[in-house]
T-cell receptor
Framework: DSGVTQTPKHLITATGQRVTLRCSPR?????VYWYQQSLDQGLQFLIQ???????AKGNILERFSAQQFPDLHSELNLSSLELGDSALYFC?????????????FGPGTRLTVT | GNSVTQMEGPVTLSEEAFLTINCTYT??????LFWYVQYPGEGLQLLLK?????DKGSNKGFEATYRKETTSFHLEKGSVQVSDSAVYFC???????????????FGKGTKLSVKP
């Protein structure tokens, strides 16, 4: 158990809909990262928040957005869903370990768009 | 841009066989390098890391050495077990001292199956 929690575990929804994925980082970790894992694209970094502020952006679509709240949990909002958005969405939190950030991943949310 | 290339799987080995999974990277500067493992139905777990040239990361019998001259970080284990069956991902992040925020770039993953 990494200490990072994600809800829900599974989500099935229809095209055009909007969903919210939730992540709670490990106790004390200020950074949250979101990744998407799909069969064709592999694992891709989407976005990072640090203590409530956006810090880095990757290959995140305009239809997707995220935020981090004062209690440090984060939500990833996916709207106007398409079949191609079906994927595993992971959240991670990180800790500085000397000269590197070590990331700890949650169990993921499997999104199926039908 | 930065990228990671790792050998395509799947890799099937017998128990106690020697394992090598190749990983090469393209990056500017001095990235940090990682191996993550994903067991079926679970999230990724950090297996080992190295942050500078010639560093060797090791954990649970797995090793990888950061080779700047060949831009490689190959994963090795001398004697695999059935319980090592999983998907292994090589990853990099920009240098900590270069202002990296730690976000990871992953290879496509290599599925390892170990037969008894």
């Amino acid at each position: 158990d990494s200490g990072v929690t994600q809800t829900p575990k599974h989500l099935i929804t229809a095209t055009g809909q909007r969903v919210t994925l939730r992540c709670s980082p490990r106790s004390g970790d200020l950074s949250v990262y979101w990744y998407q894992q799909s069969l064709d694209q592999g694992l891709q970094f989407l976005i990072q928040y640090y203590n409530g502020e956006e810090r880095a952006k990757g290959n995140i679509l305009e239809r997707f957005s995220a935020q981090q709240f004062p209690d440090l949990h984060s939500e990833l909002n996916l709207s106007s869903l398409e079949l191609g958005d079906s994927a595993l969405y992971f959240c991670a939190s990180s800790v500085e370990a000397g000269d590197v950030y070590e990331q700890y991943f949650g169990p993921g949310t499997r999104l199926t768009v039908t | 841009g930065n990228s990671v290339t790792q050998m395509e799987g799947p890799v099937t080995l017998s128990e106690e066989a020697f394992l090598t999974i190749n990983c090469t990277y393209t990056a500017t500067g001095y990235p940090s390098l990682f191996w993550y493992v994903q067991y079926p139905g679970e999230g990724l777990q950090l297996l080992l890391k190295a942050t500078k040239a010639d560093d060797k990361g090791s954990n649970k019998g797995f090793e990888a050495t950061y080779r700047k001259e060949t831009t490689s970080f190959h994963l090795e284990k001398g004697s695999v077990q059935v319980s090592d069956s999983a998907v292994y991902f090589c990853a990099l992040s920009d240098s900590f001292y270069g202002g990296s925020q730690g976000n990871l770039i992953f290879g496509k993953g290599t599925k390892l199956s170990v037969k008894p």
